[in-house]
């Protein structure tokens, strides 16, 4: 069993910042991508910004020189920092991690339950 836990959710005024961060546990032999995807009211989910193993990564156009991530492979944990927050920024935050397991010669995907972040006055 894989779990994948977000925390560092809240309410936080524009120009604010937040940081994410996510853990994932289980029987984990090692992770690929690892990223994080949002979803707002009415619209479709959306990433944010994923990172291979190797350190390669990739931001939204909307999120580039605002958020970072970052990985800890050895503590199986991404986060995101973000910075000079928008109220576009409200949505609920998704980890996500592809994995393989101990018993899986291919990775499976798994999402984290979300994390709501709200930036407003």
């Known amino acids: 069993q894989v779990q994948l836990v977000e925390s560092g959710g809240g309410l936080v005024q524009p120009g604010g910042s937040l940081r994410l961060s996510c853990v994932a546990s289980g029987s984990i032999r090692s992770i690929n991508t690892m990223g994080w995807y949002r979803q707002a009211p009415g619209k479709q989910r959306e990433v944010v910004a994923v990172?291979?193993?190797?350190?390669?990564?990739n931001y939204a156009d909307s999120m580039k020189g605002r958020f970072t991530i970052s990985r800890d492979n050895a503590k199986n944990t991404v986060n995101l920092e973000m910075n000079s927050l928008k109220p576009e920024d409200t949505a609920v935050y998704y980890c996500?991690?592809?994995?393989?397991?101990?018993?899986?010669?291919?990775?499976?995907?798994?999402w984290g339950q979300g994390t709501q972040v709200t930036v407003s006055s």
């Open positions: 990172s291979t193993r190797s350190g390669r990564i």
């Open positions: 996500y991690a592809d994995i393989y397991t101990w018993s899986s010669v291919s990775t499976v995907g798994y």
